[in-house]
């Protein structure tokens, strides 16, 4: 079974410009999750989509938002973006079986974002 | 406090010793509780997951979690050094948000 595959791989970005990173899940897995990985602040976690409804959000600016489709594939967007937009953002997926807590992520290979 | 704190290492023990990573949450409504490994330059793996009070083994893996201390620990027996990665201890709410610690850098010396 293939694996999260996240497209592109490396961007680089200036500031004040917007970027659209995707990903597309396990096949069958219904929950995609994004997250910001920086090497001062870790592993942060920005939003999760299911059945193409945003049911979780992290404390981020408006100016990061998502989407998923009807196949499950999800986008992350970032408008305006600001030199401390750079980082790894990772998107994950689920299986969701779960009624309460949560299920087993499985991280793709990332998106390598920089902004001059 | 931070949601998650491990102790950030590095943490250095010889070729087949055992391993001892240790994390702590503050969200008493965590019900779910996982260890990545992260390479250098790649995206977490997925070690281990444990939802209930214990211990859970997976080869050379055992994870241990006690609700009561807030308290969750992997032990990796016969270390090799392949396992020298940062380690990545992660909490789950509610809607796969997971809150994840800072990590701990492991380093299995020949």
């Known amino acids: 079974k293939a694996g999260v595959t996240q497209t592109p791989r490396y961007l680089i970005k200036t500031r004040g410009q917007q970027v659209t990173l995707s990903c597309s899940p396990i096949?069958?897995?219904?929950?995609v999750s994004w997250y910001q990985q920086t090497p001062g602040q870790g592993l942060q976690f920005l939003f999760e989509?299911?059945?193409?409804?945003?049911?979780n959000k992290g404390n981020f600016p408006g100016r990061f938002s998502g989407r998923q489709f009807s196949n499950s594939r999800s986008e992350m967007n970032v408008s305006t973006l600001e030199l401390g937009d750079s980082a790894l953002y990772l998107c994950?997926?689920?299986?969701?079986?779960?009624?309460?807590?949560?299920?087993?992520?499985?991280f793709g290979p990332g998106t390598r974002l920089t902004v001059l | 406090q931070k949601e998650v704190e491990q102790n950030s290492g590095p943490l250095s023990v010889p070729e087949g010793a055992i391993a001892s990573l240790n994390c702590t949450y503050s969200?008493?409504?965590?019900?779910?509780f996982f260890w990545y490994r992260q390479y250098s330059g790649k995206s977490p793996e997925l070690i281990m997951s444990?939802?209930?009070?214990g211990d859970k083994e997976d080869g050379r893996f055992t994870a241990q979690l006690n609700k009561a201390s807030q308290y969750v620990s992997l032990l990796i027996r016969d270390s090799q050094p392949s396992d020298s990665a940062t380690y990545l201890c992660?909490?789950?709410?509610?809607?796969?948000?997971?809150?994840f610690g800072a990590g701990t850098r492991l380093t299995v010396k020949p």
């Open positions: 994950a997926s689920s299986w969701t079986y779960r009624t309460s807590g949560v299920d087993e992520q499985f």
């Open positions: 096949s069958g897995h219904r929950s």
């Open positions: 989509y299911f059945s193409e409804t945003q049911r």
């Open positions: 969200d008493r409504g965590s019900q779910s």
């Open positions: 444990i939802y209930s009070n």
């Open positions: 992660a909490c789950g709410l509610n809607n796969n948000d997971m809150r």
